[in-house]
């Protein structure tokens, strides 16, 4: 199970939990909310308690760092190096595009994250 995290849009924060399968991005759950970025780890918290597991499962995290405001980026940089010092696990960037869901973003990324070693 995979964490995505993305804070660049204005006043939009979005969590996701997804998985890869044979070449095929599927989203566990997403969660967004209107809320700044400083509310990402809130936000994280009442997704993973929504679907009944525990941030140990997560393996890896996907931060999306670019096309954003500066300190929301950061934001989301800073949890991300918090899960992984935290869980030692790994953290990874995804490169933000207009106008994409979650589920496109990923897998417009989707070739850079198969070569991932996990």
């Known amino acids: ?38 509310k990402i780890l809130i936000l ?13 499962k997560i393996k890896a ?7 954003g405001p500066f300190t929301a980026i950061r934001i989301s940089i800073a949890v991300a190096s918090a899960l992984n010092i935290s869980l030692k696990i790994p953290v990874f960037k995804i490169n933000s595009q ?9 897998e417009s990324n989707l070739s850079e994250i198969k070569k991932i070693k996990l």
Not at 44 to 56: F, P, R, V, Y
């Open 61 to 67: 995290v996907f931060a999306v760092d670019n096309n």
């Open 44 to 56: 994280i918290d009442k997704l993973l308690k929504e679907q009944k597991t525990a941030l140990k």
């Open 98 to 106: 207009p106008n994409k869901n979650i589920k496109n973003l990923i």
């Open 1 to 38: 199970m995979f964490l995505f995290i993305n804070a660049t849009k204005l006043n939009k924060i979005e969590a996701a939990i997804f998985l890869i399968k044979e070449d095929k991005v599927e989203i566990v759950a997403k969660k967004s909310s209107k809320a700044k970025s400083d």
